[in-house]
Nanobody
């Protein structure tokens, strides 16, 4: 089992930045790929970003490319999502998830992940 806890969400204005953290405990965290997903009210959960277990490969949803950066510190069992130039359409509950390390194409799918955090709310006002 892997337990995940997200933090760092909040209410910000358009153009501001936030850094989300996903802290893991349990099984060896460095064995897992980690993804960030988000879900806005009335919408389905969508892929945001993913990072392979060694941090060498990353992938982003087109709408966040160039604004968001995913990174990980395996020594601290933590994955980060740095979000810059936030827009109102980024408003959502953000979830981190851990799953088997495989291709980033497969990791864009939420069903590829076995463990999920409880989510952290990000609200961007215009």
């Amino acid at each position: 089992q892997v337990q995940l806890v997200e933090s760092g969400g909040g209410l910000v204005q358009a153009g501001d930045s936030l850094r989300l953290s996903c802290a893991a405990s349990g099984r060896t965290f460095s064995n897992y790929a980690v993804g960030w997903f988000r879900q806005a009210p009335g919408k389905e959960r969508e892929f945001v970003a993913v990072i392979r277990r060694n941090g060498g490969l990353r992938d982003y949803e087109d709408a966040v490319k160039g604004r968001f950066t995913i990174s990980r510190d395996n020594a601290k069992n933590t994955v980060y999502l740095q979000m810059n130039s936030l827009k109102p359409e980024d408003t959502a509950v953000y979830y981190c998830a851990a799953g088997g390390d495989t291709s980033v194409i497969i990791l864009r799918r939420s069903m590829s992940f076995d463990y999920w955090g409880q989510g952290t709310q990000v609200t961007v006002s215009s």
